[in-house]
Nanobody, 125 residues
Framework: QVQLVESGGGLVQAGGSLRLSCAAS????????MGWFRQAPGKEREFVAY????????YYVDSVKGRFTISRDNAKDTVHPQMNSLEPEDTAVYFC??????????????????WGQGTQVTVSS
């Protein structure tokens, strides 16, 4: 099993930046592909970004392409979405999630077996 803890959320003005972190503990971090999801009040959980176990393959939802960049450090067991040019529509609780290595990029929450508790991101206009 792997345990995940997110941090780095907060309140930021539109146009600002935040760098989230997800720290993993437990089994070897490089065994896992990682996903980031977000959930706004009254809405379903939404895929945001994906990074494979090696860090070489990434994928983003269209609404964040060009603004968000995801990276990971397998030596430190961490993954980091860098979020720039934030918009009020980005306001949500952000979750990191892990799944075993796979050949296909997954945007489906059900494909991920491990989740963090979430960190709140609020973007004011």
């Amino acid at each position: 099993q792997v345990q995940l803890v997110e941090s780095g959320g907060g309140l930021v003005q539109a146009g600002g930046s935040l760098r989230l972190s997800c720290a993993a503990s437990g089994r070897t971090f490089s065994r896992y592909d990682m996903g980031w999801f977000r959930q706004a009040p009254g809405k379903e959980r939404e895929f945001v970004a994906y990074i494979d176990w090696s860090g070489r393959r990434t994928y983003y939802v269209d609404s964040v392409k060009g603004r968000f960049t995801i990276s990971r450090d397998n030596a430190k067991d961490t993954v980091h979405p860098q979020m720039n040019s934030l918009e009020p529509e980005d306001t949500a609780v952000y979750f990191c999630a892990a799944r075993g290595r796979g050949p296909i990029i997954s945007k489906t929450p059900g494909d991920y077996g491990y989740w963090g508790q979430g960190t709140q991101v609020t973007v004011s206009s």
